[in-house]
């Protein structure tokens, strides 16, 4: 066990996740300060630097790259040397890209405060601060980072390669197209609409062609490793992953229906959100298939019921996402509150799951350790279910309900009516309607936040105790 355990090189996946443990209750910190002091306490805390114009993109920033991409890439550091057999292809290289990555990420999303960001969602890494050139740092590490998988994949001693490798090649392939965009070709594409939609193809391929790519890979490869039951069908899987790569790319301009944008391509969009049931449902078929005759494994075993809930949450998100596409839910959903509970349940409630699943099973494998406390992790997953409950329902519920408020103003045929309607029910009215929902996504919120210490708390006593000898069950 020690000389297998040895040839991997496991620093690279250490430097990514342990900082990205971190970042992950900073981000939680940042979303639950907005949650409280936005919506249900407005301006408890007032200053220049923690309105929630300042404080969200460091949130986002945090939940999105610091931990999420951050955890996936480290976990793609552990498993595909562990696919290919052989060890990652160059240990230096890797070094040399995780200091770009963090340098780039940390002064970034640390800087937004300042105003060094941009307005465009999820892109808003400034290109420099002063002589440092952020975007470039973190361009560059990714590079590095895909030359180094695709070159210890090309070096792997099996021919035949598993779903979760072609899952992580796709992701390295799609981040760097998506990256790109949202980098640099949404700044050289004239304005007006025409960005907007360039907007929205990068923001929802983040989720679709990175985050859904890179969780699917980690899903894929831990469930059978940790339930140490074989995945139920090879083609299932690949039929997920051709119909995600031609499926995913179309549908984000479903975001932008009734807008100022071509019926054309507003219908595409539909289309494509519609297909998405095709990825989904083998996904979800497939993984959900591999535990028939083995359910004893979802009872014994944390981390297997989060990659289980997180399929579940997974069909949930992504039955959501096609509905709201649809033009008659689009008119009650969109700008709501419907869609900021769509983008956690993917990001938290799947992807979040998928990843926490695999560091429950990478941690005690690579510091050769059992982990600290089972009955931690079981709390950490009850905790993390019933606040995503709360939380994402509430946004839900009240996200539909403050769509149809707004579309009374609707009502009558002409201006003026429309006009005696917004005056009769005003906006400002609309946001004290809300104001239960958000008691009880900041209720889910605070639920969340407390289960993740947990987490790390956890995993932290699990690196620096004294080592123990590693339990059985856990396989490298």
Not at 289 to 302: M, P, Q, R, V
Not at 349 to 373: D, M, N, R
Request: with cysteine; glycine share 8%.
């Amino acid at each position: 066990m020690q000389a297998t355990v040895d040839k991997y090189q496991d620093t690279p996946v250490k430097l990514m996740l342990y900082p990205a443990l971190i970042f992950l209750g900073m981000g939680m910190i940042f979303g639950n300060f907005i949650a409280f002091n936005t919506f249900i306490f407005p301006d408890y805390f007032s200053g220049e630097y923690i309105h929630f114009g300042r404080v969200r993109p460091v949130h986002v920033g945090h939940v999105t790259l610091l931990w999420l991409l951050s955890a996936n890439v480290g976990l793609f550091y552990y498993f595909i040397p562990r696919l290919c057999g052989v060890a990652l292809w160059s240990v230096k290289l890797a070094y040399i890209s995780i200091a770009l990555w963090w340098g780039a990420l940390i002064l970034g999303v640390y800087s937004y405060p300042w105003g060094t960001n941009f307005g465009w969602e999820y892109a808003e890494l400034p290109n420099w601060i002063g002589w440092i050139p952020i975007k470039p740092m973190l361009i560059i590490s990714w590079v590095l980072a895909t030359i180094n998988f695709f070159i210890t994949i090309a070096n792997r001693k099996f021919e035949k390669m598993y779903v979760s490798l072609w899952y992580a090649m796709g992701a390295m392939i799609w981040t760097s197209i998506t990256l790109f965009v949202g980098s640099y070709v949404i700044n050289m594409v004239p304005g007006g609409i025409s960005r907007v939609n360039v907007s929205f193809f990068y923001v929802h391929n983040l989720v679709g062609l990175i985050f859904t790519p890179m969780g699917l890979a980690t899903a894929y490869y831990f469930l059978p490793k940790i339930s140490n039951v074989p995945i139920y069908s090879h083609r299932l899987s690949m039929i997920g992953f051709w119909s995600i790569a031609f499926i995913y790319a179309w549908i984000g301009s479903h975001h932008i229906i009734h807008g100022p944008v071509s019926q054309w391509l507003q219908t595409t969009a539909i289309v494509f959100s519609i297909w998405l049931f095709i990825p989904v449902w083998t996904v979800v078929h497939n993984l959900i298939s591999t535990l028939i005759g083995h359910w004893d494994k979802f009872n014994e075993s944390a981390p297997v019921r989060f990659i289980i809930m997180g399929v579940l949450f997974y069909l949930l998100t992504c039955v959501q996402g096609p509905l709201m596409a649809l033009r008659n839910i689009n008119e009650i959903t969109s700008k709501t509150d419907w869609v900021i509970g769509h983008s956690h349940i993917s990001l938290y409630a799947t992807f979040t799951f998928f990843a926490t699943a695999g560091i429950y099973q990478a941690i005690p494998v690579i510091t050769k350790k059992p982990l600290w406390s089972n009955k931690l992790a079981d709390w950490h997953f009850a905790l993390s279910l019933w606040g995503s409950i709360f939380f994402i329902f509430s946004l839900w519920i009240g996200g539909f309900l403050q769509g149809l408020m707004w579309s009374t103003w609707a009502n009558g045929s002409s201006y003026a009516e429309f006009h005696n309607n917004l005056t009769i029910f005003p906006f400002i009215q609309t946001i004290s309607e809300m104001y239960t929902w958000w008691v009880l996504r900041g209720i889910g919120g605070l639920i969340i936040l407390f289960a993740n210490l947990l987490f790390i708390f956890n995993i932290f006593n699990t690196i620096v105790l004294a080592p123990a000898p590693m339990e059985a069950k856990v396989g490298s």
